[in-house]
C-alpha cells in the first residue's frame, strides 16, 4: 500500500487510464508510477464505487467513479519510482491494511474481494 498525498490513512496505488491503455495495462503502470513495484497482474478481484470529488462535475455531480481492482504479484521493487518523492510504499498483512486503509471502500476491497480471490486461487490451487 501507499501513503496518501491528502490525507492519514493508506491506499492502493490507482488511477484512470489513457485513452491508448487497457484497464489492466492502466493497473500495471499505476503499480509502477505509484508504489514502484513491477510484476504478473493476476485476476481482477473485483470492481467498487467510490466518490471523488476531483470528479465531480455537471455530468457527474456526486463524482462516482468506479474502481477495478486487480491482484499484482509483486515480482521486483524498485529502487527509484516516477512518484517515490511524495509516495511511500509498506508492506502489510491483509489483516494489518484492513485497519489502516485510508477509504472503507479499499477495506472491503481486501475483505470481500481479495481474500475470497486468494482463498479461491492461490489456497484451494495449492
Known sequence: MINSSSGPGLLFPK?????????QEAAV???I????????L???VGYYQFKSKTHQDE???EGICRAAMFALFV???L??????STRNRTWLTVQEAT??????????????GFSKWHAEKMIGAG
Not at 488511477?15 to 484497464?23: F, I, K, L, R
Open 99 to 112: 485497519g489502516r486503509c485510508r477509504h472503507a471502500w479499499m477495506s472491503e476491497a481486501l475483505v470481500e
Open 33 to 40: 508510477e505509484e508504489a514502484g513495484v513491477r510484476g504478473e
Open 59 to 61: 455530468l457527474n455531480p
Open 79 to 84: 529502487e527509484s519510482w516516477p512518484e517515490q
Open 29 to 31: 503502470r499505476e503499480a
Open 42 to 44: 493476476m485476476d481482477l
Open 15 to 23: 488511477g484512470g487510464w489513457e485513452n491508448d491503455e487497457t484497464v
Open 75 to 77: 515480482k521486483e521493487e
